[in-house]
């Protein structure tokens, strides 16, 4: 679990990770964070992007929270649990966030809803659907 603390930009809050094995695999547990200064968190941003780009990581660091967003919602999460997560409300989290969510994320949560053991049935029918027609509407 990552604490983020006041005096941030988005205050105090816990940050839970999705996936949490990364931590081991990256070998993050114990890891110190730089000194990195910034009079403010868009001179901080452009530091961390720098470094970013001088280290060669193939990424813009706010991917990494697109990521985390996108992956809360394919987790299940709520969003009210996610925007928290995040530092922010959730019409913020909805405006920023959710525009990247693509035509995939959204088949992988369907197919996991439909996957749940304890979702609602339709009566009579069988337990697992034997296929599913995608429609398209046109005006």
């Known amino acids: 679990m990552l604490i983020v603390l006041d ?23 114990g890891m110190q ?13 452009n530091r961390i992007t720098h470094a970013f780009k001088r280290y060669g990581v193939p990424f813009h660091p706010y991917d990494l929270r697109h990521g985390w967003a996108i992956r809360s919602l ?7 649990l996610a925007a928290q997560q995040m530092g922010h409300s959730i019409g913020v989290h909805t405006q ?6 693509s035509e995939e994320v959204h088949q992988r949560a369907y197919e996991a809803m439909m996957l749940r053991s304890d979702r609602p049935v339709a ?3 069988p337990k697992t659907p034997r296929s599913i027609r995608v429609i398209i509407f046109r005006a």
């Open 7 to 29: 005096g941030t930009k988005t205050n105090f809050h816990r940050v839970y990770p999705l996936y949490p094995e990364w931590a081991k695999d990256w070998g993050l547990q």
């Open 123 to 125: 009566p009579g029918l």
């Open 96 to 101: 920023t966030y959710h525009r990247w969510i």
């Open 33 to 45: 964070i730089p000194n990195c200064t910034g009079r403010n968190n868009s001179e901080l941003g």
């Open 74 to 80: 394919e987790f299940g999460m709520p969003i009210e």
